[in-house]
């Protein structure tokens, strides 16, 4: 595949090379652009998929490893994000973004789609496409907003950086999550990674492996599935911490990308995880940010 300026894209196939032109969004919000025009992202991996017979090349951008200067900040902070479903994002701070309003449109819509899809007339098909545009438009705007929202909560808590687990953690986790779920999901860490660079602020993914079955006290750290004991739920099985599972998981992610600042060459510069009342660090513990305060 090669992308040139002026939009248009060159595909080798096994007969011929397609030549074809990007269509980008209409009422572009800058996302796509910023990403086509700004010489630091480099095209990486990109898919192409066939649905209803129409094609569709979804390109992925990547920013090469940023300069050293962008990471040596000796005591830096890590705001651990979970995704979800019922919850689009939890951070380790204990901020909730719903997810329940993305839901209802996404059920709506998928309702809506069997019925057109019984009557299969002309007009069920345009209607069908004005309604998976809405749903489109809802879905990024709602992305955006949440994107925004975990922005702030990292510059609230002076955070260089933000973690997220690797997206086939959730794929393990929540196998019952749709196209939908999985594109919106994608779209939101890359909404956070674009929007991280304006503010400095570095997106690291962490390995997924029982970031929900762990316990986040660092003194504990007891790994069993029976610590989840319902879905909103985690209880410690050892030492009985109980606390909201999703807010478990954020912690878990964020000590996560502590660890790794210590073990790999090219990540030093994160010492802590944020929390809402101070900071928790494998070796140091839990450190509020005023006396007296609790985790
Ligand atoms: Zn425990």
New binding site residues.
């Given amino acids: 595949m090669t992308l040139f300026d002026d939009g248009t894209v060159s595909l080798s196939t096994v007969e011929d090379r397609v030549q074809c032109e990007l269509a980008l969004p209409d009422d572009e919000d800058g996302y796509q652009y910023n990403y086509l025009s700004d010489p630091e992202w480099k095209l990486t991996e990109s898919t192409l998929t066939i649905r209803d017979g129409q094609w569709f090349l979804h390109l992925g951008f990547r920013k090469p490893s940023p300069a050293p200067e962008c990471s040596t900040a000796e005591n830096g902070t890590v705001l651990g994000v979970d995704l979800g479903i019922e919850h689009l994002a939890v951070t380790s701070t204990g901020r909730f973004f719903s997810g329940s309003s993305l839901q209802h449109e996404r059920d709506q819509y998928e309702e809506l789609q069997r019925r057109l899809q019984k009557t299969g007339t002309r007009s069920a098909y345009q209607t069908h496409r004005q309604v998976s545009r809405r749903l489109r438009r809802f879905a990024i705007d709602r992305l955006h907003r949440v994107a925004n929202g975990i922005l702030d909560e990292a510059r609230r808590y002076d955070c260089s950086t933000i973690a997220f687990e690797e997206l086939t953690g959730i794929v393990d986790r929540l196998p019952n999550q749709t196209v939908f779920d999985s594109w919106a999901f994608r779209r939101l860490v890359s909404y956070v990674e674009y929007k991280a660079t304006v503010h400095g602020i570095d997106v690291i993914l962490v390995d997924p492996r029982n970031t929900s079955r762990m316990?986040s006290?660092t003194d504990?750290?007891?790994v069993d599935s029976a610590n989840r004991s319902t879905r909103d739920t985690f209880q410690?099985q050892?030492?009985?911490?109980e606390v909201h599972a999703d807010y478990n998981a954020a912690k878990n992610i964020g000590l996560r990308a502590v660890r790794c600042g210590h073990t790999s060459s090219h990540r030093t510069g994160i010492s802590q995880c944020a929390l809402k009342s101070g900071t928790i660090a494998p070796e140091k513990g839990f450190v509020p940010h005023s006396p007296g305060q609790t985790e």
């Fill in positions: 316990c006290r504990c750290a007891h410690c050892e030492c009985g911490y």
